[in-house]
């Protein structure tokens, strides 16, 4: 089983940034390929950024392209996402999510994140 743990969402005004950590536990030795999602209310859930273990496979979606930034702590088996000149457009739960590889095909899923971001 994998365990994932998401943090650092919360409420920030427009052109703010933040921070996400999710911190993998238990048996991580398929996860081989991590990422962030988001669903806003109402709308399907879409991925926004990932990253493989060994840092060759991975990207973002177009929306946040510029100014979100993916990267991980192999040795904390922890991956982040810094998410900078923010606009209302990115209020979502924010989830993480492992798998075996980077087309996600049955990941496991972290509880998510809120991040709200007002005009």
């Known amino acids: 089983q994998v365990h994932l743990v998401e943090s650092g969402g919360g409420s920030v005004q427009a052109g703010g940034s933040l921070r996400l950590s999710c911190a993998a536990f238990g048996d991580l030795y398929n996860t081989l390929c991590m990422g962030w999602f988001r669903q806003a209310p109402g709308e399907d859930r879409e991925r926004v950024a990932s990253?493989?273990?060994?840092?060759?496979?991975?990207g973002y979606a177009d929306s946040v392209k510029g100014r979100f930034t993916i990267s991980q702590d192999t040795a904390k088996n922890t991956v982040y996402l810094q998410m900078n000149s923010l606009s209302p457009v990115d209020t979502a739960m924010y989830y993480c999510?492992?798998?075996?590889?980077?087309?996600?095909?049955?990941?496991?899923w972290g509880r998510g994140t809120q991040v709200t971001v007002s005009s």
């Open positions: 990253i493989s273990r060994d840092s060759t496979t991975g």
């Open positions: 999510a492992a798998a075996s590889s980077c087309a996600f095909q049955s990941p496991y």
